[in-house]
């Protein structure tokens, strides 16, 4: 399996292969695609393997099961993957918006809580600009 390949894209270039080899005249069994599927998958999924190898034999799996399997678990990984991807962009976007400085209190209208707008001078004065 290609670093960042999707397990629906490397099962269908699979089944591609073992039908080219069914095709020469060597009949591989199911099982034995299996087998050689869970050895050649990412590091991404050694510690799933791993779990499944202690509950199941996971050698007699069918291509079918194992691809399910691998799906369910493709899924999972990514929707964990996307959300801390997301508390980290949520982070950044907090710390850009409360930067404040002089600069942005020109803008602000007079009637505005001045505490908010300090400048350098010290604690509750306004900038001025000046």
């Known amino acids: 399996m290609r670093e960042g390949e999707r397990v629906q894209q490397y099962v269908s270039r699979i089944i591609i292969l073992v039908n080219k ?8 069994e199911e099982k034995e695609v299996g087998s050689k599927v869970t050895r050649s998958l990412t590091p991404k999924y050694d510690h799933m393997i791993t779990s499944m ?17 691998l799906q369910a678990y493709e899924a999972i ?12 962009l949520y982070v950044k976007g907090e710390a850009s918006i409360s ?32």
């Open 21 to 28: 080899i069914n095709g020469l005249g060597y009949d591989l």
């Open 53 to 69: 190898k202690e509950a199941r034999d996971v050698d007699q799996l069918s291509l079918d099961e194992l691809s399910g399997i």
């Open 77 to 88: 990984f990514d929707r964990f993957v996307d959300q801390q991807t997301y508390k980290v």
């Open 99 to 130: 930067s404040g400085g002089p600069q942005e209190c020109e803008n602000w209208p007079t009637d505005f809580n001045r505490e908010r707008c300090r400048g350098f001078k010290g604690r509750g004065r306004g900038y001025d600009g000046g």
